[in-house]
């Protein structure tokens, strides 16, 4: 729908609203209204709040993996037909029973909702918009700053604000404005000052009611009908997180120095400026200190951290947004060969006489992240190979921070403590934005495991990115399949799509910094909203975001055949800043594996895809993952493999020999396949992939392409590198500091099997496009 006729369509609801029933604000209701409301609030009995609630109780599974020998970490559940909701599956009451610093009220680490609203007079008017916000051809925000009665919320854009989830409904704490007097035991409600804006019984029933970011509610109250929308949560993770205090080893005591304007013992325990804890003197110390002084403490402390990141592009974003959060803390990045002076005492051959001589050595990072990927073979062998030089250091007393996060970290949890006692904090994805908080009972000198069950939450830092072009978006986390052989439902969780709002005020913020290419992520992107109340899809988000101005390319990532609608090829085909790229892995040809794969389509299916693909963007990129001697796979199931390679001609292919992975049950089966077939087999369809990639892009000689210059050609300094919208590498003369983010045509000259190059098109020669066929 165009902007026209969304504007025309919006004045006629408007139009009809005021005409019908007039904006109505709380302060003009009568007296007599209200004091119904009061009285019909007072006469309803208040009932536990199921937000808090569940029927899924996974948090203390912990079983013997068969693979790595040692305990497995189990916050999800595993088997197929077991429930995906995270609204269900998430527990905020559970308790861990190991935590000691766990607290014993009752309370729940769910803090509070961030909610807007739109106020109308109607259900009938409410209803409508609903619909149109689900199919996103409305904007929520927009809409209830040109529809919402709310004279109050009207020009923020609907925002109510945070609501706090301790408030009591229950009859002795109903607000009664008779009693000018207030018992010095009764508790202010939190929420008083949303009275006017959403009344007490619009906000118990979205209180009682199972909720999670992005879903909308249609509650009524005095006021008329509210349309809300769940736009974050606020969840306490230190609540959620598995907290082990470290011992104190007896030292000699020896004179007190001072450094970095706090008391610390050479030798022996330490206190920060606060007096809390015994870590904040060391590595963490003045990043996590508050008040006036907290840049200069910083600007001396001068920390830096390293992260090696494994696996994915969710694991790159990840990444980013960790970064962001050290950002936040004043902890920089360690620069390449960056080198520091130290005081090297000598004991003068032999003389009496010490002599003190300044030592240029290389500097090594304050903190240690690594963000783990658990899907290949040796996956966590990989793990604590990387480790051991730093848990050397923290043993030979150096003041490093070990933090180890992603899904090794999710999947192995407290086990990591007990095989690298050095390490200092465990996390799983969900806490990649939450990382600060976590550092502050580290800080204090406790180890810290972070893997429960969470909402997802809104950044709240901006993740630093690696690139000042391209910029990744997650658009929703986890995966609710259960393929026989992949361990991602159980190491990054349940589906948890974003709200568009969200995404879409992401998007712009990096059109604002100069991003040109937006790649959307998800583990299994098509899936994309159907875990929200109500149901969105991805190829409605596609034309949104798609449509934001200013941004040149819109990429995304990973496609799954069972749920690839073919509205979102055409979505593709229909949006001018959507790449003409599709990476769709089909994992096997063989319709019997991919059975035992549980992947939920054929071969049929994939191919069905693949010629709509073809008939929409006949130019198009297709990319795919692979997997080469899954147990029981034959010899014609291999070739059926091949098939589909001959008949597609990828450009493409992720490659894998089957690896048997923890909490999965192909990894149980007995018909496992020997390393010598799977290796023959993977060299077999890797010499296919590269003759078909050779064979795809020789197609572009002498074709002028489109290509978005990202960085320097690292191994020819006077050539930059970009992209075309295929994702094709390619290579030319030019400056990169004119070229950076600019979008060249480039003719091309040279075509290789994994890269092109070529030269700036002349004056006048356009881009080639290959149309479909009419």
Not at 32 to 38: E, K, P, S, V, Y
Not at 226 to 244: A, C, E, F, G
Not at 514 to 529: C, H, M, P, S
């Amino acid at each position: 729908m165009t902007h026209s006729i969304i504007a025309t369509s919006i004045t006629l609801l408007l139009a009809f609203s005021q005409i019908t029933h007039g904006f109505q604000n709380p302060s003009t209701k009568s007296p007599r209204h209200q004091q119904n409301h009061r009285q019909r609030h007072i006469t309803t009995r208040h009932t536990p709040l199921l937000l808090h609630s569940t029927t899924v109780n996974t948090t203390d599974t912990v079983v013997t993996s068969p693979i790595t020998g040692s305990e497995t970490n189990i916050k999800y559940p595993t088997s197929r037909g077991s429930t995906v909701d995270s609204r269900l599956i998430v527990d905020y009451n559970t308790k861990n029973a190991n935590d000691a610093s766990s607290s014993d009220d009752g309370s729940s680490p769910l803090m509070a909702l961030r909610l807007s609203h739109i106020l109308f007079a109607s259900t009938e008017l409410a209803a409508q918009t609903l619909e149109k916000l689900t199919k996103s051809e409305w904007n929520f925000e927009e809409m209830a700053k040109v529809v919402s009665n709310c004279a109050e919320t009207r020009e923020e854009g609907g925002s109510v604000g945070w609501v706090n989830l301790s408030e009591d409904f229950d009859d002795d704490d109903d607000d009664d404005t008779s009693s000018s007097v207030l018992d010095a035991d009764t508790v202010k409600n939190p929420n008083e000052h949303l009275n006017l804006i959403l009344p007490p019984a619009a906000r118990e029933k979205i209180l009682s009611t199972p909720t999670k970011p992005g879903d909308i509610l249609m509650v009524e109250s005095f006021r008329g009908v509210h349309l809300v929308q769940i736009v974050d949560v606020m969840v306490d993770v230190r609540r959620l997180s598995y907290v082990k205090a470290r011992k104190k080893k007896k030292k000699k005591k020896e004179a007190m120095i001072i450094q970095n304007e706090m008391e610390i013992a050479s030798k022996g325990a330490r206190k920060d400026v606060h007096g809390q804890g015994t870590k904040l003197a060391g590595v963490l110390g003045g990043a996590l200190v508050e008040g006036d002084d907290i840049e200069s403490i910083r600007d001396k402390l001068d920390l830096t951290y390293k992260i090696e990141t494994m696996g994915c592009q969710m694991n790159s974003a990840d990444s980013e947004r960790i970064e962001g959060q050290l950002a936040s803390l004043g902890i920089r990045p360690l620069l390449e060969n960056e080198m520091k002076d130290v005081e090297v005492v000598s004991d003068n051959d032999g003389l009496m006489q010490e002599t003190k001589v300044i030592k240029s050595t290389k500097k090594k990072p304050d903190v240690i992240v690594l963000n783990t990927c658990s899907i290949r073979d040796h996956a966590e062998q990989k793990v604590y190979s990387y480790l051991g030089p730093h848990a050397k250091r923290k043993r030979d007393g150096e003041d490093v921070t070990i933090i180890v996060a992603g899904c090794v970290a999710q999947q192995e949890g407290q086990s990591l403590l007990r095989r690298v006692p050095e390490i200092d904090l465990v996390m799983g994805p969900q806490y990649a934005n939450r990382i600060a908080d976590l550092l502050e009972d580290v800080a204090n000198g406790n180890q810290v495991v972070a893997t429960e069950a969470s909402h997802i939450m809104e950044d709240s830092t901006k993740p630093r990115r690696q690139s000042a072009t391209c910029a990744w978006v997650n658009v929703i986390y986890g995966c609710n399949e259960r393929c026989t052989y992949c361990i991602v439902p159980t190491t990054r969780g349940v589906e948890q799509s974003r709200p568009v709002e969200s995404i879409v005020d992401e998007v712009k913020e990096l059109i604002s910094q100069g991003f040109k290419e937006v790649t959307l992520l998800g583990q299994n992107i098509d899936a994309y909203g159907r875990d929200m109340k109500p149901k969105r899809k991805f190829s409605d988000l596609l034309r949104v975001v798609g449509e934001t101005p200013g941004l040149e390319r819109l990429r995304f990532v990973t496609s799954h055949p069972r749920y690839m609608s073919l509205g979102v090829v055409d979505a593709v085909a229909e949006t001018s800043a959507a790449c003409e790229y599709f990476h769709v892995p089909f994992q096997s040809g063989s319709n019997a594996i991919l059975k035992a794969m549980g992947r939920g389509h054929s071969r049929e299916r994939f191919l069905s895809i693949v010629d709509r693909i073809r008939q929409r963007l006949p130019d198009a990129a297709i990319t795919a993952d692979v997997i080469v001697g899954f147990p029981g796979e034959t010899e014609q199931d291999f070739l059926d493999t091949l098939d589909i390679m001959e008949q597609v001609k990828f450009d493409a292919v992720n490659t894998a020999a089957y690896s048997p992975r923890p909490n999965t049950p192909a990894a149980t089966w007995e018909n496992q396949l020997t390393e010598e077939v799977k290796q023959d087999r993977l060299r077999r369809i890797n010499d296919l992939c590269d003759l078909h990639a050779e064979e795809r892009r020789a197609r572009m000689m002498d074709r002028v392409v489109e290509v978005l210059v990202e960085e320097r050609n690292v191994k020819k300094p006077t050539q930059v590198m970009g992209r075309t919208t295929h994702g094709y590498i390619v290579y030319f003369d030019g400056d990169i500091e004119e070229l950076r983010g600019e979008l060249v045509n480039v003719k091309i000259t040279t075509c290789q099997r994994y890269y092109l190059a070529g030269k700036i098109a002349e004056e006048g020669e356009e881009v080639t496009k290959i149309l479909p066929e009419v």
